[in-house]
């Protein structure tokens, strides 16, 4: 079975632009969840998609948005882009069943300046 | 809110060596799953091991088993004959049933020395 792909892997951006990530899940799973990950902050939990709806949201400003296609494929949009989004996005997708183990993608490097 | 904390931000052992990367966390919740992750210098995240809070036996793969104590909310992980491939960033998370969301502890770098 295929990994969890994210595209584009390295991304380079200026100050109030906007960037859009993908993520495609592995075969079969219906959720996708995404983390952001910086040397200060660590790991946080962006928001969690499962059957194109988003089911759980962490504390992010609203510039950070994401949606679900019925592929089960994802994207990520961040708007009005800041020094401080320069981080290493990550995607991980499971079944969406219980508790059930979330498997990442490789990252998409993003750094704005 | 849960936490997760690991106080070990840095660890090195000799090749072949045991060693334990220790984690701690607080919850109020019965029910929840912890995890080990591993980050190598590519950046993948990989799962290590993984242990369901209702289960008394400590998860094992491999060279890789916990020590899960429950009442100490405590969620070790130990590994066997270390081999210079473990060399990587470790995360233990932390999840509630019914709930996709994993909280993250900071890290333990792990360097395996030749």
């Known amino acids: 079975k295929a990994g969890v792909t994210q595209t584009p892997r390295y991304l380079i951006k200026t100050r109030g632009q906007q960037v859009t990530l993908s993520c495609s899940p592995i075969s079969g799973h219906r959720s996708v969840s995404w983390y952001q990950q910086t040397p200060g902050q660590g790991l946080q939990f962006l928001f969690e998609?499962?059957?194109?709806?988003?089911?759980n949201k962490g504390n992010f400003p609203g510039r950070f948005s994401g949606r679900q296609f019925s592929n089960s494929r994802s994207e990520m949009n961040v708007s009005t882009l800041e020094l401080g989004d320069s981080a290493l996005y990550l995607c991980?997708?499971?079944?969406?069943?219980?508790?059930?183990?979330?498997?990442f993608g490789p990252g998409t490097r993003l750094t704005v300046l | 809110a849960q936490t997760v904390t690991q106080s070990q931000p840095e660890m090195s052992v000799q090749e072949a060596e045991t060693v334990t990367l220790s984690c701690t966390y607080d919850t109020s919740e019965n029910n929840y799953y912890l995890f080990w992750y591993k980050q190598p210098p590519s950046r993948q995240m990989i799962l290590v091991i993984r242990q369901e809070a209702y289960k008394q036996q400590n998860a094992t793969e491999n060279r890789f088993s916990v020590n899960f104590q429950k009442a100490a909310k405590s969620f070790s992980l130990k590994i066997s004959d270390s081999q210079l491939g473990d060399t990587a960033m470790y995360f233990c998370a932390f999840t509630n049933f019914g709930n996709e969301k994993l909280t993250f502890g900071t890290g333990t770098r792990l360097t395996i020395i030749p």
């Open positions: 998609y499962f059957s194109e709806t988003q089911r």
């Open positions: 991980a997708s499971s079944r969406g069943q219980a508790a059930d183990t979330q498997y």
